[in-house]
């Protein structure tokens, strides 16, 4: 069964510095998106991608995040000047077709851990 | 915005006895209810979903339940096993609209 692939599985940055978590979508998927989970706490959506633009996003993702698609298969989360409290499991998961009509599919995760 | 809310937080049962997990949603044009069990310190799973044009889906052990008047639907996992212990979330959403989860309800599942 084809899956969503994270890496890398765990990132180590200090406070400040930029960070690029990648994702490789389900091949035949068209829409894409990245959640946040905090440590015991509930997945929260941080933004959806389709047609190479972004159609959604969450209060969360502010000025600091950035998405892009920059090949036919990568999606990739960007964190520009991370805070400690950018700590969190970061999901990728992508869908067939719209997000509110079928269900999305997540990778393993990016455990993002800032000193 | 949607808000879904999820009872109970922690639910333990007897191996073999049924657990009932339940959400509400708080906006009528939500029309799309996935559940997902997630492992320690694994992906969450699509377990099932259901679309607000039926009231009712099952597969094996696992049902889900929908009340649109009422704004509820409901997870019902029956002849419970150990390997069902896990968090589970519920979502809702709107076509074209982001999944909002509730806070997760931890099942143990004791044997």
């Known amino acids: 069964e084809p899956e969503v692939t994270q ?16 994702c490789v979508p389900i091949s035949n998927h068209l829409y894409f998106y990245w959640y946040r989970q905090i440590l015991g706490q509930k997945v929260e959506f941080l933004v959806s991608f389709y047609n190479n633009e972004i159609s959604e996003k969450s209060e969360i993702f502010d000025d600091q995040f950035s998405v892009e698609r920059p090949d036919g298969s990568n999606f990739t989360l960007k964190i520009r000047s991370t805070k400690l409290e950018d700590s ?7 869908s067939a077709m719209g ?17 | 915005g949607e808000n879904v809310e999820q009872h109970p937080s922690t639910l333990s049962v007897q191996e073999g006895d049924s657990a009932v997990i339940k959400c509400t949603y708080s906006d ?5 209810f996935p559940w997902y069990k997630q492992e320690l310190g694994k992906r969450p799973q699509l377990i099932i979903d259901i679309r ?3 009231g009712e889906k099952k ?7 929908l009340n649109k008047t009422a704004k509820h639907f ?6 419970t096993q150990p390997e069902d212990s896990a968090v589970y979330f519920c979502a809702a959403s709107m076509s074209g609209q982001n999944f909002v989860f509730g806070p997760g309800t931890r099942l143990s599942v004791l044997p």
């Not at chain 1, 890496?7 to 990648?22: A, D, K, N």
């Not at chain 2, 009528?28 to 799309?32: E, F, I, M, Q, R």
């Open chain 2, 28 to 32: 009528s044009a939500s029309n799309y």
């Open chain 2, 59 to 65: 597969d094996q052990r696992i049902a889900v339940t």
């Open chain 1, 88 to 94: 969190a499991m970061y999901f990728c998961a992508s």
């Open chain 1, 7 to 22: 890496t890398p599985s765990h990132q180590v940055t200090q406070m400040g510095q930029e960070v690029i978590l990648r």
């Open chain 2, 74 to 79: 409901s997870l019902h996992i029956t002849e």
């Open chain 1, 99 to 115: 997000q509110g009509n079928q269900p999305q599919h997540f990778g393993d995760g990016t455990r993002l851990s800032i000193l």
């Open chain 2, 52 to 54: 607000s044009n039926v």
